[in-house]
């Protein structure tokens, strides 16, 4: 089983940053794609961006630039560093795995929790 929790959203101002963090427990995360995707009110659920085993990340373009994601192999956490925030970021973010491919164009096979972002103009 894989279980996600995910820990640092909150609310900020537009152009502030936020840096949400993803621990996997009860899994070997070089065997997994990791990614974050988020959902806002009334919006189906959009890949935000994924790392591979091998390091390679991929993101969606409205947030090219702007967020990071990186990860810690040892700790088994996976992190999103996510600058220059717009009011249109505001979306529950889900740490998510998958084993079988590494693109955010589909549904991922495991997501946590979520965590709660909202930016504010």
């Known amino acids: 089983q894989v279980d996600l929790v995910e820990s640092g959203g909150g609310s900020v101002k537009s152009g502030g940053s936020l840096r949400l963090s993803c621990e996997a427990h009860?899994?070997?995360?070089?065997?997994?794609?990791l990614g974050w995707f988020r959902q806002a009110p009334g919006k189906q659920r959009e890949g935000v961006a994924a790392?591979?085993?091998?390091?390679?990340?991929t993101y969606t373009d409205a947030v090219k630039g702007r967020f990071t994601i990186s990860q810690d192999n040892a700790k088994k956490k996976v992190y999103l560093q996510m600058n220059s925030l717009k009011p249109e970021d505001t979306a529950t973010y889900y740490c998510?795995?998958?084993?079988?491919?590494?693109?955010?164009?589909?549904?991922?096979?495991?997501y946590g929790q979520g965590t709660q972002v909202t930016v504010s103009s």
């Open positions: 998510a795995a998958e084993t079988h491919y590494c693109s955010i164009d589909y549904d991922f096979a495991y």
């Open positions: 790392i591979d085993s091998d390091g390679t990340t």
């Open positions: 009860s899994v070997t995360v070089t065997d997994y794609c």
